[in-house]
């Protein structure tokens, strides 16, 4: 059965910092694309990341770009998004995913999501 369990969220002042994580089982993690979805109040889900196996090269959404920073860790089945300079629209429910930007709608497998709110 396939799992994947986002922790790390919480509430962090504009220009504040947080690491998410994502914790997987039920699939070999080392072969499958992941990514990060994000899901800001009234709005609908927004592909904001991914990495891929292999040489794990990296992409981002250009909302984030250069703000957050994708990471795996194969051996421990865990994925991370280290987020900094946050600000106000980055206030989300923030969903690991399998798939990258262009297959992760149509696999249809992601986690529950963590709370991040930035506010002051």
């Known amino acids: 059965q396939v799992q994947l369990v986002e922790s790390g969220g919480g509430l962090v002042q504009p220009g504040g910092s947080l690491r998410l994580s994502c914790a997987a089982s039920g699939f070999t993690f080392s072969n499958v694309a992941l990514s990060w979805l994000r899901q800001g109040p009234g709005k609908g889900l927004e592909w904001i990341s991914e990495?891929?196996?292999?040489?794990?090269?990296?992409y981002y959404a250009d909302s984030v770009k250069g703000r957050f920073t994708i990471s795996r860790d194969d051996a421990k089945n865990t994925m991370y998004l280290q987020m900094s300079s946050l600000k106000p629209v980055d206030t989300a429910v923030y969903h690991c995913s399998h798939g990258s930007e262009a297959t992760w709608t149509r696999l249809g497998s992601w986690g529950q999501g963590t709370q991040v709110a930035v506010s002051s």
């Open positions: 990495i891929l196996t292999g040489s794990g090269s990296t």
